[in-house]
């Protein structure tokens, strides 16, 4: 029996993308091929709030997120660690041998824009990486704040990474004046794991010229190269730019405005309800996710018990909380396509679920 995906990414994918995905392949260097990307252009743009070409990267977000460090930073990295993904960007830039400062904050806190602006003061850092929204602890960061503190520093390149945030608010690129900004497939977009889509400024491209040590896959140069024939440096995951074609068409027709909505007032709905069950939210209420709720579990909830009458007598999972905060907290997605309807029938599986689940034995 198919069930579905509740948790915050991958998440479900509409039968309208899946079968966007099902036609014929094309030639990636064949007009065919050109036109499908070059169509994509205008819709990315309005999302990223940009004027700089978006490029699509055969690969999760991972790639273009270690990929971002090799070309642009070239003394130090100052990685915002508040969670399980901000914590291993720090991991990765010293895997990368780069220099890397850890700015750190409680698993459930944002990035506070103060102590950013302290620690840069210091200075030699050339770069600061950033997660806009903490997936794992459903933390969002104050991201204008953060940036006006960046802009302060103009020999800082900032990296944010939106790939649980992307397209459930305006994030806007050029105004915000983010170097690079990245996302990924499988979270808010709703589609199938694999495609991670990222903008970089021109300054950013300027930098990445001079690293020597950029390699090939992720090399900055070799995307705008390639996107200004209207190709991907490499074969792309075609069947993937199909369904973000068809993804595209249906933010485009819902509007942007439309969309930012729904998502807040899903979260809104979902947070609601965990308020009267009598479960916290994890972080601190300003700052909770508007793409996730991430609830401590004040009530001792067996977590896995509860995900196993969901998943069989539901057909949904939610997730039961990531790495340190596994039985702690348990996290519900509000990203993709859902609506009022099915946000209500999850909350109706919850209270169902939730009646003949025991507690935790303690
Ligand atoms: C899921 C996630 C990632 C990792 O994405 P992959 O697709 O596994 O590379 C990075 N950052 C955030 C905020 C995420 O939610």
């Known amino acids: 029996m198919p069930y579905k995906l509740f948790i915050p990414g991958p998440i479900a994918v509409s039968d309208k993308t899946l079968r966007a995905m099902a036609q014929p392949m094309i030639g990636h260097r064949s007009p065919d091929f050109v036109s499908l990307y070059q169509s994509l252009?205008?819709?990315?743009?309005?999302?990223?709030?940009?004027?700089?070409?978006?490029?699509?990267?055969?690969?999760?977000?991972?790639?273009?997120m270690e990929g971002a460090l090799r070309n642009v930073v070239q003394k130090k990295v100052l990685n915002c660690m508040n969670g399980a993904f901000s914590d291993k960007w720090n991991d990765v830039a010293l895997r990368c041998g780069k220099a890397a400062g850890a700015l750190r904050f409680e698993w459930g806190q944002p990035v506070d824009p103060a102590a950013l602006r302290r620690e840069l003061a210091t200075g030699g850092y050339d770069a600061v990486t950033l997660i806009h929204n903490e997936t794992s602890t459903g933390t969002m960061s104050d991201?204008?704040?953060?940036?006006?503190?960046?802009?302060?520093?103009?020999?800082?390149?900032?990296?944010?990474?939106?790939?649980?945030?992307?397209?459930?608010?305006?994030?806007?690129?050029?105004?915000?004046?983010?170097?690079?900004?990245?996302?990924?497939?499988?979270?808010a977009l709703a589609l199938p794991p694999g495609l991670s889509i990222f903008s970089v400024s021109k300054r950013a491209l300027a930098r990445a010229a001079q690293a020597r040590d950029r390699g090939y896959y992720f090399d900055l140069v070799e995307f705008q190269k390639n996107h200004e024939n209207g190709m991907t440096p490499s074969t792309p995951v075609i069947p993937l730019i199909y369904a973000l074609q068809s993804k595209l068409e249906d933010i485009r027709a819902e509007g942007l405005e439309a969309r930012y909505a729904r998502h807040l007032r899903l979260n809104e709905t979902l947070r609601a309800?965990?308020?009267?069950?009598g479960f916290k939210l994890f972080p601190a209420e300003p700052y909770g996710s508007r793409s996730l709720n991430c609830f401590a579990n004040t009530l001792s909830v067996d977590l896995p018990a509860l995900n196993k009458v969901l998943?069989?007598?539901?057909?949904?999972?939610?997730?039961?909380?990531?790495?340190?905060?596994?039985?702690?907290?348990?996290?519900?997605?509000?990203?993709?396509?859902?609506?009022?309807?099915?946000?209500?029938?999850?909350?109706?599986?919850?209270?169902?679920?939730?009646?003949?689940?025991?507690?935790?034995?303690?």
């Open 41 to 64: 252009q205008p819709d990315l743009q309005a999302l990223f709030y940009t004027s700089d070409p978006v490029y699509l990267s055969t690969s999760s977000a991972w790639g273009v």
């Open 273 to 277: 309800w965990g308020r009267a069950k």
């Open 143 to 187: 991201l204008p704040a953060i940036m006006a503190v960046l802009r302060e520093f103009p020999e800082v390149f900032s990296i944010i990474d939106t790939v649980s945030s992307f397209s459930v608010l305006p994030i806007e690129k050029d105004k915000l004046g983010i170097d690079i900004l990245l996302t990924g497939s499988q979270k």
């Open 311 to 362: 998943k069989a007598k539901h057909h949904l999972v939610i997730d039961g909380g990531y790495g340190k905060l596994k039985g702690l907290t348990f996290r519900i997605s509000n990203m993709g396509d859902e609506t009022d309807a099915t946000i209500a029938a999850l909350i109706t599986a919850l209270d169902s679920a939730l009646a003949e689940t025991p507690k935790r034995a303690t």
